[in-house]
């Protein structure tokens, strides 16, 4: 019992009184590379955003704090139990490896299709199906939009579920009953099944991208360019330095503040398998956001001159453009298209979909189908979003309108 409340009191959350208040997550425990980076995307899953952080390290133990805004889309203890999920274990003090999390060891879970009708279509069906999917933590592969002749609506969903319960009735009882709470007289049937190995496998998406649509959203990348242009009215500084440690390089950061900032800062040092030994970052004015991180490789600063500059041109695309956003022509028919990179450990950006369809519905534009994919682009993996625009909505609405609206939705610029 006394091992079982030293691992629970691992993370501490001290909630906020008022609702523009900060609320205070700190973790305490055995360290690992990629921790920062786990801790913050669970973070960003819940909906909060990080205001300002501390960090530090002696290798075996961590000691972190965080200041969060916002609330969660799930419980503070829910959160709490995800947090604790992503720390290293308890058991890893001594060695002992008799608990490891589930999170450290990925397999994939089986996908199910949820199917229902609904008597007519309606403004944001999808983003309530969506927000309510991502409580229950089921997450979206594939949606299927269809309108019989009467104007009944069919929506298929292929969903996985991090909790790995959806096979048990009580989960999809569970899913089905909150399902009806939000659509309400909306919804005249609904079913949840597992798909068989074919149905699965086109629940993946196409694997094909068109070169132009390649070149378009992935063109930088391509070119190794540097960033320049408008989509930053603020500056971008990324300073290496090796003269303030005998064994640590220091990385100042000053950008402009966006969703999700510090979880693409630190993901990008996991891909590289970069340990921050110490670490601060807070909001300045005018929306930027100020960095410093003391960090190693293998034990040693960073001085090969190649790596440096890998690393610095890797953080400067991965902020400058953390998604990539286009509307192109498919066919007759108009594409929005959402890109982001997949972390080395295979994870892709949290509540993307969700954005995605949030910002869609205050364009009062409505989807016709929806497929997410993986792509490999210039020896990166991307999870691609390719969504169908209802034909009428996409005469209607300006092209760049949706791209404006879609980006500063995804990047909490709205």
């Known amino acids: 019992m006394g091992i079982l409340h030293a691992y629970e009191d691992a993370v501490q959350i001290s909630e906020s009184e ?19 980076c786990d801790l913050c995307r669970v973070i960003l899953l819940f909906g909060l955003s990080i205001t300002r952080g501390d960090m530090s390290t002696d290798g075996k133990w961590c000691y972190i704090k965080l200041w969060v805004v916002g609330k969660p ?150 070119s190794s ?66 960095v410093e991180l003391f960090m190693q490789v293998d034990g040693n600063k960073i001085v090969d001159p190649n790596k440096k500059n890998a690393l610095c041109s890797r953080l400067r695309m991965e902020l400058w453009r953390p998604l990539r956003v286009a509307v192109v022509s498919r066919g007759p028919d108009t594409e929005l298209l959402v890109a982001n990179p997949v972390e080395f450990s295979g994870r892709g950006r949290p509540l993307v979909f969700h954005d995605i369809t949030l910002a869609l519905e205050t364009l009062n534009t409505r989807i016709f189908s929806v497929e997410i994919g993986r792509h490999m682009v210039c020896n990166r993996e991307w999870e691609v979003y390719r969504i169908l625009i209802d034909e009428a909505d996409s005469l209607r609405v300006p092209r760049n309108k949706i791209v404006e609206s879609v980006r500063n939705k995804l990047m909490g610029w709205e």
């Not at 008022?18 to 920062?36: F, H, N, P, R, Y």
């Not at 089905?176 to 086109?202: T, Y």
């Not at 694997?207 to 990348?221: G, K, N, Q, W």
């Not at 990385?251 to 900032?261: A, E, I, R, S, Y």
């Open 73 to 222: 889309t799930r419980s503070w203890s829910l959160l709490k139990k995800r947090l604790l999920e992503v720390c290293p274990s308890y058991f890893s003090m001594s060695g002992i490896e008799y608990y490891r999390s589930r999170m450290d060891q990925p397999k994939p879970h089986d996908v199910f299709l949820l199917k229902f009708w609904c008597s007519c279509d309606r403004k944001g069906l999808l983003h309530d199906v969506t927000r309510v999917l991502c409580e229950l933590e089921l997450t979206i592969k594939r949606v299927k939009v269809s309108t019989a002749p009467d104007g009944r609506v069919m929506d298929l969903f292929f969903v996985t579920d991090s909790r790995a319960l959806l096979h048990t009735q009580q989960r999809q009882e569970e899913t089905i009953c909150h399902l009806r709470d939000v659509l309400g007289d909306f919804i005249l049937s609904c079913e949840i099944e597992m798909a068989g190995p074919e149905v699965a496998a086109c629940s993946q998406g196409s694997l094909f991208l068109p070169s132009a649509v390649i070149e378009d959203m992935f063109s930088l990348e391509l």
């Open 225 to 290: 360019e540097s960033p320049t242009g408008s989509l930053f009215s603020n500056p971008l500084s990324i300073i290496m330095d090796n003269s303030l440690s005998q064994s640590h390089t220091l990385v100042q950061v000053l950008c402009q503040d966006h969703k999700g900032l510090i979880y693409d800062i630190m993901r990008t040092l996991k891909d590289y398998n970069i340990q921050v030994s110490y670490g601060r970052f807070c909001e300045k004015a005018k929306g930027n956001c100020e």
């Open 18 to 36: 008022k609702a523009k208040e900060t609320t205070v997550i700190t973790v305490s425990c055995s360290d690992k590379t990629g921790l920062g």
